[in-house]
Nanobody
Protein backbone atom coordinates (compact mmCIF):
# COMPACT_ATOMS: atom_id res chain seq x y z
CA UNK A 1 0.00 0.00 0.00
CA UNK A 2 1.35 3.38 -1.04
CA UNK A 3 -0.08 6.76 -0.16
CA UNK A 4 1.61 9.97 -1.22
CA UNK A 5 0.25 13.42 -0.40
CA UNK A 6 1.89 16.45 -1.98
CA UNK A 7 1.37 20.02 -0.80
CA UNK A 8 2.86 23.50 -0.92
CA UNK A 9 2.17 24.57 -4.48
CA UNK A 10 0.71 27.89 -5.49
CA UNK A 11 0.73 30.85 -7.85
CA UNK A 12 3.94 32.86 -7.67
CA UNK A 13 5.80 35.44 -9.70
CA UNK A 14 9.01 34.65 -11.59
CA UNK A 15 12.01 34.72 -9.30
CA UNK A 16 10.00 33.61 -6.28
CA UNK A 17 10.50 30.58 -4.07
CA UNK A 18 8.29 27.72 -2.94
CA UNK A 19 8.79 24.66 -0.79
CA UNK A 20 6.87 21.51 -1.62
CA UNK A 21 6.25 18.67 0.79
CA UNK A 22 5.34 15.05 0.21
CA UNK A 23 4.11 12.88 3.05
CA UNK A 24 4.32 9.13 2.54
CA UNK A 25 2.24 6.53 4.33
CA UNK A 26 1.19 2.94 3.91
CA UNK A 27 2.58 -0.45 4.66
CA UNK A 28 5.28 -0.18 2.01
CA UNK A 29 6.79 2.82 3.79
CA UNK A 30 7.68 0.99 6.96
CA UNK A 31 11.17 1.03 5.46
CA UNK A 32 10.87 4.50 3.94
CA UNK A 33 14.56 5.28 4.44
CA UNK A 34 15.70 2.58 2.01
CA UNK A 35 13.84 4.00 -0.96
CA UNK A 36 15.29 6.64 -3.26
CA UNK A 37 12.57 9.26 -3.59
CA UNK A 38 12.06 11.78 -6.31
CA UNK A 39 10.05 14.77 -7.38
CA UNK A 40 8.42 14.62 -10.77
CA UNK A 41 6.48 17.25 -12.70
CA UNK A 42 4.06 17.28 -15.58
CA UNK A 43 3.05 20.23 -17.71
CA UNK A 44 0.01 20.23 -20.02
CA UNK A 45 0.77 18.30 -23.16
CA UNK A 46 4.08 17.00 -21.87
CA UNK A 47 5.23 13.75 -20.36
CA UNK A 48 5.92 13.51 -16.67
CA UNK A 49 9.60 14.15 -15.97
CA UNK A 50 11.82 13.38 -13.02
CA UNK A 51 13.42 16.58 -11.75
CA UNK A 52 15.17 15.58 -8.53
CA UNK A 53 16.09 12.47 -6.57
CA UNK A 54 17.18 11.99 -2.97
CA UNK A 55 18.85 8.63 -2.54
CA UNK A 56 18.57 6.61 0.63
CA UNK A 57 22.16 7.49 1.49
CA UNK A 58 21.55 11.21 1.12
CA UNK A 59 23.03 11.90 -2.29
CA UNK A 60 20.98 14.00 -4.68
CA UNK A 61 20.54 14.17 -8.44
CA UNK A 62 18.90 16.93 -10.47
CA UNK A 63 17.84 17.36 -14.03
CA UNK A 64 19.84 20.08 -15.76
CA UNK A 65 17.01 22.58 -15.95
CA UNK A 66 16.69 22.85 -12.15
CA UNK A 67 20.30 22.47 -11.05
CA UNK A 68 21.37 25.28 -8.77
CA UNK A 69 17.76 26.38 -8.20
CA UNK A 70 16.00 23.37 -6.62
CA UNK A 71 17.04 21.41 -3.56
CA UNK A 72 15.54 18.06 -2.61
CA UNK A 73 15.72 16.78 0.94
CA UNK A 74 14.09 14.14 3.06
CA UNK A 75 13.19 13.51 6.67
CA UNK A 76 13.10 9.76 7.08
CA UNK A 77 11.67 9.94 10.59
CA UNK A 78 8.70 11.93 9.27
CA UNK A 79 8.57 9.96 6.00
CA UNK A 80 8.51 13.26 4.16
CA UNK A 81 10.31 14.54 1.09
CA UNK A 82 10.77 18.24 0.37
CA UNK A 83 11.57 20.29 -2.69
CA UNK A 84 12.88 23.79 -2.14
CA UNK A 85 12.45 25.74 -5.36
CA UNK A 86 14.20 29.08 -5.83
CA UNK A 87 14.40 31.48 -8.75
CA UNK A 88 11.25 30.02 -10.23
CA UNK A 89 10.63 30.48 -13.94
CA UNK A 90 7.45 30.32 -16.02
CA UNK A 91 8.70 27.04 -17.49
CA UNK A 92 8.62 25.49 -14.01
CA UNK A 93 4.82 25.67 -14.17
CA UNK A 94 3.52 22.13 -13.72
CA UNK A 95 1.83 19.71 -11.38
CA UNK A 96 4.49 18.32 -9.06
CA UNK A 97 4.41 14.77 -7.71
CA UNK A 98 6.65 12.67 -5.55
CA UNK A 99 7.29 8.97 -5.92
CA UNK A 100 10.04 6.41 -5.80
CA UNK A 101 12.88 7.21 -8.16
CA UNK A 102 13.79 6.44 -10.86
CA UNK A 103 11.18 3.69 -11.17
CA UNK A 104 7.99 4.99 -9.58
CA UNK A 105 5.29 2.90 -8.00
CA UNK A 106 2.06 2.61 -9.92
CA UNK A 107 0.20 4.64 -7.30
CA UNK A 108 0.53 8.44 -7.50
CA UNK A 109 -0.70 11.21 -5.26
CA UNK A 110 -2.89 14.04 -6.44
CA UNK A 111 0.09 16.31 -7.00
CA UNK A 112 0.40 19.99 -6.19
CA UNK A 113 0.05 22.72 -8.80
CA UNK A 114 2.87 25.23 -9.21
CA UNK A 115 2.14 28.19 -11.46
CA UNK A 116 4.82 30.77 -12.16
CA UNK A 117 3.41 33.83 -13.85
CA UNK A 118 3.66 37.59 -13.72
Amino acid sequence: QVQLVESGGGLVQPGSSLTLSCAASGSRFRMFSVYPMGWYRQSPGKQRELVATAASGGSTIYTDSVKGRFTISRDNAKKTVYLQMNSLRPEDTAVYYCNKSPTPWDSWGQGTQVTVSS
